[in-house]
T-cell receptor, first 113, second 116 residues
């Protein structure tokens, strides 16, 4: 089974609107961390936000928030007030137990002016 | 405050040659990870190293690929006798600690390998 599943290969959003990027994960480890990374066309990987499995509240970082639904094993990224510079690939990742990160296949987000 | 350094940024090799990719972790980080990203795909874990030790190489192809992280100097990912299918972006990441679920990995800019 896939550890991380991102079912949206591509998404479009109007500038200034909010967008949700889906991510579901699979683990039996009670301790894990969930991460979102942004990869612009330049190629670098930029850390956006983290959610720990024991965190009671959803993580927020500026315009980014993580909608963490533990029972459903989902960790969707919400970007509010989209900007043109948000156009990029977005990867959901999970770290469980040891140190290996598992990445999803990514969602390509295009912000339309 | 230098981040993770990778060099070269772009590497072109002919089939059969060797490719050496270097990664210098962030200052204070002793854990290094290598990932491969094929075109239009996500990152795939290859290997996790600490100084002088390979901790997990479950994602590393059994042949032609090797990695090291010596006591002094950068981590090296070595690909012998490269083939066209090795063309990809290779990312290195480093972290301060290995244990615990929150341990953000900081990524380098990647090395884009093209095999002709």
């Amino acid at each position: 089974a896939q550890k991380i599943t991102q079912t949206q290969p591509g998404m479009f959003v109007q500038e200034k609107e909010a967008v949700t990027l889906d991510c579901t994960y699979d683990t039996s480890d009670p301790s894990y961390g969930l991460f979102w990374y942004k990869q612009p066309s330049s190629g670098e990987m930029i850390f956006l936000i983290y959610q720990g499995s024991y965190d009671q509240q959803n993580a927020t970082e500026g315009r980014y928030s993580l909608n963490f639904q533990k029972a459903r094993k989902s960790a969707n990224l919400v970007i509010s007030a989209s900007q043109l510079g948000d156009s990029a690939m977005y990867f959901c990742a999970m770290r469980e137990g040891r140190d290996q990160f598992y990445f999803g296949t990514g969602t390509s987000l295009t912000v339309i002016p | 405050n230098a981040g993770v350094m990778q060099n070269p940024r772009h590497l072109v090799r002919r089939r059969g040659q060797e490719a050496r990719l270097r990664c210098s972790p962030m200052k204070g980080h002793s854990h290094v990870y290598w990932y491969r990203q094929l075109p239009e795909e996500g990152l795939k874990f290859m290997v996790y190293l600490q100084k002088e030790n390979i901790i997990d190489e479950s994602g590393m192809p059994k042949e032609r690929f090797s990695a090291e992280f010596p006591k002094e100097g950068p981590s090296i990912l070595r690909i012998q006798q490269v083939v066209r299918g090795d063309s990809a972006a290779y990312f290195c990441a480093s972290s301060r600690q290995g244990a615990g679920s929150y341990n953000e990995q900081f990524f380098g800019p990647g090395t884009r390998l093209t095999v002709l």
